[in-house]
């Protein structure tokens, strides 16, 4: 059998190059491993139940917070109510993200394990298919820890946590990047106590600083234990773990439940990518040019297997070019430098374009503006004054009133929402002018956009350009 492309994986990636292809005309093969993964890691034991489990505990959470007000409330929560709610929004959408749904879609779905037997040949059992172009999106999977003792505990990862039937008396996270911090957040809110052991000396190290600090203190103060520049070396039993830190000094913890976060490894050596003329490097990753194209330039790589940034929206851009690239003689690269993403704590962290590290990676001169909330309106009555915005700018040919954004960060309660428009003054390549010029309604959180634009242009005005205004006035 042909098709003009073959899917292998039905996660993120692997869903946007087969519908998008599939609505544009062309005949399509899909194959996964099992009825119950497809939808990928984001909807079976990622993005989707995590964001109804989080959405679960913040209801909880101001349920408790409205006590201040007189309201009296039971501080018992249901792990069973709450993990029906996460299933029962995954059953959701999982209606029209199921083998039988695509297939009265028309397209061809196919379940069982995929292998290259050819150059444009794929097998499944005992039937081999056949592929103009072929697409790997086989995702990822989280990385194991491997220490002594580690088989005689409670261990979760973002796999099995949502199996959860109980909140653990104390839960013990390995690592404090973002699933870490959404997930210890959850618990403490659903009434676990909650001890975080990061390696490094912050939270979430790939944000900005002074916007980790924000969502540090916030969880400090609702009781998050932080261990850092410590790791796990050892579990004495089952609700006992040794940490160490790097001058060799001990930390005995209890524990009841240990959730592990040391981020995500790809496997692809089932796929047998050699039979495929598909070559890999010294770490078994598959080599990709700067199109998402294998050594067999007829087979691309989407979402997580291709080891770049490992979102689901990423995997969806991806699959946007790679489309893009098949129907035009002039190859559009992987870019990064527009892209965004949200990490949902109390506050939510927005972040878009080029981080400052990276702006001084290819020395590229830019301005920093920073606005803390403390003063803004909606801040105050919605109770978020540690909020910050910090963005990174670029002036223009007459300074700064034609300048561009390059980059830049949030933190506040619903963040991944008030940022869009920065997002696409970005991607847009629109002016900061924009910003200053737009009418805002009051009092809207988005309003902080125009606010650090103000402050900005109130700065850059000289003695000698305020002389010239008393004059035209």
Known sequence: MKFDIIVIGAGSGGLSMGLSMHELGFSVLLIDKSEDSIGGECLNNGCIPSKALIHASKIIHQAKESQKFGL????????????????????????????????????????????????????????????????????????KLKIPGVEN????????????????????????????????????????EVIMVEM??????????????????????DGVQFHFGYKAVAFRDANTVVIENKDQQQITLNFNAVVVGIGREVSTK?????????????????????????????????????????????????????????????????????????TFTEPEVATFGLTEKQLKERNISYEKLALDFTDDDRAITSDYQSGKLVLYIKNGMFGFSDAKLLGGSMVAPNAGEIFQELVLARSADIGIKSLFDKIYAYPTGSRVNKTIVINKYTKALTPWMKKILKLLY
């Open 200 to 221: 490094l000396d912050r939270i979430l190290i790939n944000e900005a600083p002074e916007i980790a600090q924000v969502v540090y203190e916030r969880s400090l103060d």
């Open 72 to 143: 009296q409330v039971s501080n018992r929560v249901s792990m069973t109510e709450v993990m029906n709610y996460v299933n029962e929004r995954q059953e959701r959408i999982r209606k029209h993200e199921n083998a039988e749904y695509y297939r009265k879609q028309g397209i061809n779905v196919v379940i069982g394990t995929a292998k290259f037997v050819g150059k444009d040949a794929v097998q499944v059992g005992e039937t081999v298919y056949h592929g103009k172009k072929i697409a790997i999106a086989t995702g990822s999977q989280p990385r």
């Open 270 to 342: 089932q796929l047998d990518l050699q039979r495929a003329g598909i070559e890999t490097d010294e770490k078994d990753a598959i080599k990709l040019d700067s199109y998402l194209r294998t050594t067999n330039k007829n087979i691309s790589v989407v979402g997580d297997a291709a080891q770049s940034l490992m979102f689901s929206h990423g995997a969806e851009h991806q699959a946007t070019l790679i489309i893009s690239n098949f129907f035009t003689p002039i190859k559009k690269k992987l870019n990064y430098d527009n892209f965004s993403w949200v």
């Open 153 to 192: 505990v409670a261990y979760y990862d973002n796999e099995n946590i949502f199996t959860l039937k109980e909140v653990p008396e104390t839960v013990l996270f390995i690592g404090a990047g973002p699933i870490s911090m959404e997930l210890g957040q959850v618990f403490r809110r659903l009434g676990a």
